[in-house]
């Protein structure tokens, strides 16, 4: 069973792939995505990178074996491993329904999901800008690039799984007195950040970001001496709730209380004054502008 | 007002006596300890990056002490590369214990331009014996740092041990760094996996598989034995166990998956259960595997039992709503409470494997493991018995009522793929 398939059947095969990934309801790893489709608009992508790229990603390997193993292929031996998934599927086959979900940014198949990795990504993009910029202490750009990424992912996860979640994010949006992750376990027996964290921590990504991950809306973590978050993890939070304050002042959108509550904290890990701000708001506009 | 050091902003060498000399008089009824902090071949660094290179590192080190200690000692810069801690109600193990912390803390790696250092320290332990005077401790503290370079450095000694070379104690807490860096390295290139063992039930059938996590950098492996002691002590377990615990839950949901309704046992330590954030953490990897909770099992290590507090109580019982089910691991040998054993809601009591090698015949084992079976039938839980590689032990614990085997005369741990094969081969669907 390969890419000699007929066309029907091979459609059929990318829509049983494409269900199953999305089933499964681990986002697939943003950076994972990027680099898989680098690969795959290469003239002549390397099939065997490309394999390797699917497998190291826990929500599309899933995929990938729930598919092999679907009745639709009624193979009497179960399949053990991505490789087998992918020789029962074909590297192409699999390549091109994931590429196909990408292009939809269908992951995963929940309302509004566009908007959320939209926002991530001009998060990142900014958050990076600010390290370099500032040349923040320790901290590299494509860290907190990454961080910016991640910071949510826990939420479509959990938008995925709990009808009710997306007006428990609407509350934790507008409260302004009670943390964001106070109001989530109000209504739910985990939060995004510890989502998030977890996934993230499967990705493999270093442990400051994933501290950072887990502990983004913990103001006693950012602000206590006593706390145990490393400084490179709070500066990271730092960075990337200034990014989101100054997207959300240029874009009018997604406004959320978090600067609020959190940003004489981040500015303080910053070392930065109002006057330094105001004159970031000026120069960082454009560069938030600039994400499209 | 205490003296500071302009370059860190820590105690200078005089506010560093000026708080020992608080301690001492404090300490009548309360150890406190020094500890002695020396970077090894920081002349180096001033060679290559110059004094101001130098100090750049030095300042990042005092930050991240200062991050790491968080309140549990004052810090103070003795000049040059040198720190003390001096740690208010500490005894000498807690005050190693702190000394690795602040090893793998100067282990961290220093990035001074395009180039990365990977610095070490050599440290000296003094406890203060109730009768000297600050400087006396202070002393004691820079000699036993004195003993630890001599030795090459990266390493601990405490004050008194320094006359007698390669003791065991030091030997350890050289190893335990070791171990515990290439844990970090582990957890940051994808070093750690999960092996399984099956459980097998009397009449054949697969009751679950335990989870058991294997460490593997630069195609070196790590044994559990060693890596998880050092893990527990550093406090990495938990996030170890959280890991753990999602690529468990996913394991289980790729067999729910591949149509095998085999539960997953992935094992929980006391660290994780007294956090009260264990429990979000559990539903997190339930959300994100999706798998259904019934098909997750985790172990409890006996230990737990010595001391149950609330948070832990908590922790169980929401485990339990959430659907997963409950095992007592190691039964039988450590902290075995059998009061506690009536409070904690476990469906299954997994007996020690010192048992089952004396098997069959020391009779007097026999009669314990039948009185156990016995006693974990009446709680209403399936009694399982470990580390079996011998039919004669099999059938010596079958005929003591044991439900359930796990052990190599059955199957050895083994890697996903290999699980799947072994499945398919029993065809146990």
Redesign the interface.
């Known amino acids: 069973m390969n890419d000699a398939m007929p066309d029907s059947t091979l459609s059929e095969v990318d829509n049983l792939l494409e269900r199953s990934i999305l089933?499964?309801?681990?986002p697939p790893c943003p950076l994972i995505l990027d680099r898989f489709i680098t690969e795959a608009r290469r003239d002549e992508p390397d099939f065997s990178r490309l394999a390797s790229i699917i497998g190291s990603d826990?929500g599309l390997s899933?995929g990938l074996?729930?598919t092999a193993?679907s009745p639709f292929f009624g193979m009497r031996?179960?399949?053990?491993?991505v490789n087998?998934a992918l020789a029962i599927l074909g590297l192409k086959t699999a390549s091109r329904a994931v590429a196909g979900l990408i292009l939809r940014k269908a992951f995963p198949n929940v309302p509004n999901l566009e908007r959320f990795w939209d926002a991530s990504a001009r998060i990142a993009h900014l958050s990076g800008w600010l390290a370099q910029h500032f040349d923040i202490r320790?901290l590299r750009a494509e860290d907190t690039y990454t961080f910016g990424l991640f910071r949510d992912c826990?939420i479509p996860?959990?938008l995925g799984?709990f009808p009710q979640y997306e007006k428990v994010l609407a509350e934790a949006n507008n409260d302004a007195v009670r943390s964001f992750i106070a109001v989530e376990?109000a209504a739910?027996?985990?939060?995004h950040a510890?989502?998030g964290?977890?996934?993230a921590?499967?990705w493999?990504l270093?442990?400051e970001i994933?501290l950072a991950i887990r502990n983004h809306h913990d103001l006693v973590a950012l602000e206590s001496?006593?706390?145990?978050?490393?400084?490179q993890s709070r500066r990271l939070i730092a960075t990337a709730q200034l990014a989101e304050h100054i997207v959300q002042r240029e874009s009018g959108l997604s406004l959320t209380q978090e600067w609020t509550k959190l940003g004489s904290a981040c500015l303080k890990i910053l070392e930065l004054d109002e006057a330094q701000l105001e004159a970031l708001y000026i120069e960082a506009a454009a560069i938030a502008a600039a994400v499209e | 007002m205490n003296s500071i050091d302009p370059l860190t902003g820590l105690l200078d060498r005089f506010g560093c006596l000026q708080t020992a000399d608080r301690f001492t008089a404090a300490s009548t009824h309360q150890p406190f300890a020094a500890i002695w902090v020396d970077l090894d071949r920081f002349k180096r660094i001033n060679e290559s990056f110059g004094h101001p290179g130098g100090d750049e590192v030095i300042k990042d080190l005092a930050l991240r002490f200062r991050n790491r200690i968080s309140g549990r000692a004052e810090i103070a810069r003795m000049g040059g590369d040198e720190f003390v801690f001096l740690v208010p109600r500490c005894d000498r193990s807690a005050a190693e214990q702190l000394a690795r912390e602040l090893a793998s803390t100067v282990g961290e790696l220093i990035h001074i331009g395009n180039l990365t250092l990977c610095p070490t320290a050599s440290i000296g332990i003094a406890i203060h014996d109730m009768e000297e005077n600050s400087l006396a401790l202070l002393e004691r503290a820079d000699r036993a740092m004195y003993a630890a370079k001599d030795k090459g450095g990266d390493g601990i000694v405490c004050s008194g041990d320094e006359p007698i070379p390669g003791r065991l104690g030091i030997t350890l807490a050289r190893e335990e760094i070791s171990i515990e860096s290439t844990l970090h390295a582990a957890l940051e290139t994808g070093g750690l996996c999960l092996h399984y063992q099956p459980i097998i039930l009397a009449n054949g059938e697969i009751e679950a598989v335990e989870a058991l996590m294997r460490c593997q950098v630069d195609g070196e492996n790590l044994s559990p034995g060693k890596f998880i002691p050092v893990a527990e002590k550093t406090g990495l377990i938990v996030r170890l166990g959280e890991w753990s615990l999602l690529q468990g839950a996913m394991q289980a949901r790729l067999l729910q998956d591949a149509g095998y309704h085999t539960k997953v046992a992935i094992n929980v330590s006391r660290a994780q259960l007294v956090s009260p954030k264990f429990t979000q953490a559990l539903h997190a990897a339930l959300i994100c595997s999706n798998v259904k909770p019934e098909l997750v099992e985790l172990e409890l290590t006996e230990s737990l039992f010595m001391d149950i507090s609330d948070t832990v109580q908590a922790n169980l019982k929401n485990a339990l709503s959430a659907g997963v089910s409950l095992s007592i691991d190691d039964f039988g040998t450590g902290y075995s409470c059998l009061a506690n054993l009536k409070d904690i809601p476990a469906k299954k009591l997994k007996l020690d494997r010192a048992f089952v090698t004396v098997l069959p015949e020391d009779r007097r084992a026999l009669a314990v493991v039948r009185a156990m079976t016995q006693l974990g039938h009446e709680l209403g839980m399936t009694v399982v018995a470990e580390g079996c590689e011998r039919q004669e032990e099999i059938d010596a614990l079958l005929d003591a009522g044991v439900d359930a085997i796990q052990g190599f005369f059955y199957a050895r741990p083994m890697p996903e793929d290999k699980l799947f094969q072994w499945l398919q081969t029993r065809n146990t669907k």
Do not use: F
């Not at chain 1, 031996?77 to 491993?81: A, N």
């Not at chain 1, 739910?188 to 939060?191: E, F, M, Q, S």
């Open positions: 089933d499964v309801g681990i826990v899933a074996i729930k193993n031996q179960r399949v053990r491993s087998e320790g826990g996860v959990l799984r376990e739910l027996p985990t939060n510890m989502v964290c977890i996934l921590q499967s493999w270093p442990e994933c001496l006593g706390s145990s978050l490393p400084m």
